[in-house]
């Protein structure tokens, strides 16, 4: 485990930046997968300013997102969807068919979890994976439990998401309490893995994830994965400094 700390948010950010870049330019039909949330905000823009500027080209790139709420429609602003238009995908350019993200208005959810799946699959895996980490060590929409969950599946979202989470809504009473999550089989097939993290909230997460290997700790799985960095900011990192 690689484990970068910089000094601020914007640092990290560029470091993200840098190796998500590398990654297209080494391989330009690079499978990304990708992560909603604050972490991930600057990493974006800077994708996109290299992008525009031409120093890299994501047009053979297809992304997979590791999550998108049950309920919100594909169009809607407050959707994973929407999220991802607004912060990566319109200023890219990136076409409907480079992109995958759960389809949370499914009638079938469990046969949306399949088709997701099998996508990835057809795809040949995810090459680069960004990853936020949740104040209670979730990864993806996996939250604490009992047993760690390999394939994709519904999830009910803990109220300590819920109340993370609801920030982005126009209406937080909104916020919905279910979700479409990747499970951890094709988040550990991911042949790379960053992981984001920033701000003293984090900091107990953090610590959590280098500690044991319990689903009650879900990113403390990722120990086991043989190409993983953390990019984190001085504040999240406080605790792994002073281990």
């Given amino acids: ?92 350019g990136l076409r409907p068919e480079q992109t995958l993200i759960p389809d949370g208005m499914a009638v079938d959810v469990l046969n949306e979890c399949a088709r997701y799946s099998n996508k990835i699959k057809d795809w040949g895996g995810i090459d680069l994976m960004v990853l936020g980490i949740g104040a209670n060590a979730h990864i993806g929409f996996n939250e604490p439990g009992d047993t760690f969950v390999p394939e994709t599946h519904v999830v009910e979202l803990s109220e300590a998401t819920r109340n993370a989470n609801c920030l982005f809504f126009a209406n937080p ?32 997460a953090l610590g959590k994830m280098i500690g044991d290997i319990t689903p009650q700790a879900p990113a403390s799985i990722l120990q086991l994965h043989p190409h993983v960095t953390i990019v984190a900011d001085r504040a999240a990192a406080a605790r792994l400094e002073q281990e």
């Fill in 1 to 92: 485990m690689d484990i970068r700390i910089k000094e601020s948010y914007d640092e990290m950010s560029d470091l993200a930046a840098a190796l998500v870049i590398d990654q297209v330019k080494s391989k330009p039909d690079s499978v990304l997968g990708l992560a909603c949330g604050a972490s991930p905000i600057g990493l974006y823009r800077r994708l996109v300013e290299a992008g525009q500027r031409g120093e890299v080209d994501f047009s053979q790139v297809k992304t997979v997102n590791i999550d998108e709420y049950i309920g919100v429609s594909a169009d809607n602003p407050d959707s994973y969807h929407g999220f991802m238009r607004k912060h990566l995908f319109d200023g890219l």
């Fill in 173 to 204: 009473a909104d916020m919905p309490h279910w979700a479409i999550s990747m499970g951890m089989r094709d988040i550990m097939f991911a042949r790379r893995l960053i992981l984001l993290a920033s701000g003293s909230a984090k900091t107990v």
